[in-house]
């Protein structure tokens, strides 16, 4: 009987919720689970950005490649169309041109 009566309900007490009151390494717990929940969710967050970032990268470098590979197909169809025997022939040809002789060139001194 002393055991009940040193013990007495929670409702008896009056101040039911706040008859446990967290101590400091209540407090010091509850901020350290914070702290790991926020941290977790940081890196969940930053390697989820990565993983975004480096497909787009890949992208980039697929478009950038097949870029270079235009880029030297017109370099080789610019240097091409622009070919000296072939400006010849069309300059002959279109415009009925012709390389002068010898003796049809003047040469003018300043």
């Known amino acids: 009987m002393a055991v009940q009566g040193r013990r007495r309900s929670l409702l008896e ?24 929940l926020v941290t977790a969710l940081a890196i969940i967050s930053t390697s989820h950005l990565t993983r975004v970032q480096y497909a787009r990268l890949q992208k980039l470098e697929n478009q950038r490649d097949s870029l270079q590979t235009e880029w030297g197909r017109l370099l080789l169809e ?25 003796d049809e060139v003047k040469v003018i001194h300043p």
């Open 13 to 36: 007490t009056g101040d039911w919720p706040f008859a446990r009151r967290p101590g400091f390494r209540g407090i010091l717990l509850g901020i350290v689970t914070i702290a790991v």
């Open 78 to 102: 610019e240097s091409t169309w622009s070919s000296p025997a072939r400006i010849e022939s069309l300059a002959s040809k279109r415009l009925n041109m012709r390389v002068p002789s010898v």
